[in-house]
Structures are given as C-alpha cells and as structure tokens.
C-alpha cells in the first residue's frame, strides 16, 4: 500500500503558541488530503479536506482560522494549530490518496499528539 | 453521510476465526463499503473493501449481503496483533467524495490467547 507520513509524532506546546504538523505522501502524489482529529476514547472526527491547489473545505463546527490548512504541493499538506488552548489537545491524523483513478482507498498517516500545557 | 451501525465490543479466541458484523440500512447505490481497523496510538489501517460482491484478500475477507443492507467482516484465524477498533464506513464515490471517510464508534476487538 501507500506511505503516508506525519511529523511529528508528538509535541508539546505552550498555551497560546502555535504548531505546525505535516503530512507527506512519500509514494504517491495525493490529490487529496483530509485531517483527522481524535479525543481519548472517542472516534476520529473528520476536520477538513485539502485539495492541491485549493481552499481547505472544512467540516461543520471546525474553526477554519484556527486550524489552518496548506496543500501547497501533491505530496504535502500542512495542519496549523494557531493560539493552541489546553482543550487542542488531541491526537491529529491525516489521510491521502490520489483519486484521480489510481487509488479507491485512502491510506493514513500514524497521527501526531498534541499536548497543550 | 449514510450511517453504519456496529456492535461496541467483540471477543475472541486466538487462532479462531472472527465475523464483525456491520449494518447500513440507508445504503445507496454509489457507497462502497470500508473497513479500517485502528490499534491503540496509531492512525487507522486499511483493511478491506467492496461494493456488492464479496471479496477476499490477505488480510480478511468481506461478505456483503444480497441487498447491501449489512455486512460481515471476516478474520479467517484472529491472532493477538488483530486486537484492534474496527470501522464499517460507507464511502460514496460520486462527486468529488473519493477518500472521505465518516467515522462511526467502530467495534473494540479483544483476543484472548
């Protein structure tokens, strides 16, 4: 299957203080992006989805100028958590493929956890 | 975004086979039908998927019902690193939907040695 890494794995960050988390298709050119955040016990909840190219198109109730979305290239895709609170802190993933026929599936990333103190 | 409805826990004995049940009473004719399976700290894995014949590949095989209103999910010998969260999401590929995933609470796995 497809590789798709995130960096970092972790980070801790000081309240107010923002981070940048990316995500990279290391094999394939992904057409699509979609980031993924998940509490403890809960399910992943679906935040945003990166064309290349385009404006993110965000999910209900998800603060697009919180959470800052860059697909600049087909193979990188950036998620900011800008003036991070305690309650950002959550496991953040992020999926891709290339849906332009050469992928029916998407592939994941192994997520990056986010502790805000 | 069809719903899928799935049983919150499981349990099984190593080396047995397993069937995680899955039901999508308000499937259309566009979804496909996924499984990804997610262990503890890490980002979920593909395991399998298919529209309206059953299909089988290394990791398990699944059976889809003949009105697509339900489907199983079969790991033919469960062994411990199968103890995992299981999500049955319907995928619909019309449009520009492909690779958007909906996540249900998925069903915890548990194996017993």
């Known amino acids: 299957g497809a590789v798709v890494s995130q960096h970092p794995s972790w980070v801790i960050c000081k309240s107010g203080t923002s981070v940048k988390i990316e995500c990279r298709s290391l094999?394939?050119?992904?057409?699509?992006m979609f980031w993924y955040r998940q509490f403890p016990k809960q399910s992943l909840m679906l935040m945003a989805t990166?064309?290349?190219?385009?404006?993110?198109?965000?999910e209900q109730g998800v603060e697009k100028d919180k959470f800052l979305i860059n697909h600049a290239s087909l193979t990188l895709s950036t998620l900011t958590v800008t003036s991070a609170h305690p309650e950002d802190s959550s496991f953040y993933i992020c999926?891709?493929?290339?849906?332009?026929?050469?992928?029916?599936?998407?592939?994941f990333g192994q997520g990056t956890r986010l502790t805000v103190v | 975004d069809a719903k899928t409805t799935q049983p919150n826990s499981m349990e099984s004995n190593e080396e047995e086979p397993v069937h995680l049940p899955c039901n999508h009473s308000?499937?259309?004719?566009?979804?496909?039908i996924h499984w990804y399976r997610q262990l503890p700290s890490q980002g979920p894995e593909y395991v399998i998927h298919?529209?309206?014949s059953n299909v089988n590949n290394r990791m398990a095989s699944l059976a889809i019902a003949e009105d697509r209103k339900s489907s199983t999910l079969i790991l033919h010998r469960a062994t411990l690193r199968d103890a995992a969260v299981y999500y049955c999401?319907?995928?619909?590929?019309?449009?520009?939907?492909?690779?958007?995933?909906?996540f249900g609470q998925g069903t915890e796995l548990s194996v017993k040695p």
């Open positions: 999926s891709a493929g290339n849906f332009r026929g050469q992928h029916t599936e998407a592939f």
């Open positions: 094999d394939f050119q992904a057409t699509t």
């Open positions: 990166s064309n290349e190219g385009s404006k993110a198109t965000y």
């Open positions: 308000t499937i259309s004719g566009t979804d496909y």
């Open positions: 298919g529209l309206t």
């Open positions: 999401i319907l995928s619909s590929r019309s449009g520009n939907q492909g690779g958007k995933l909906i």
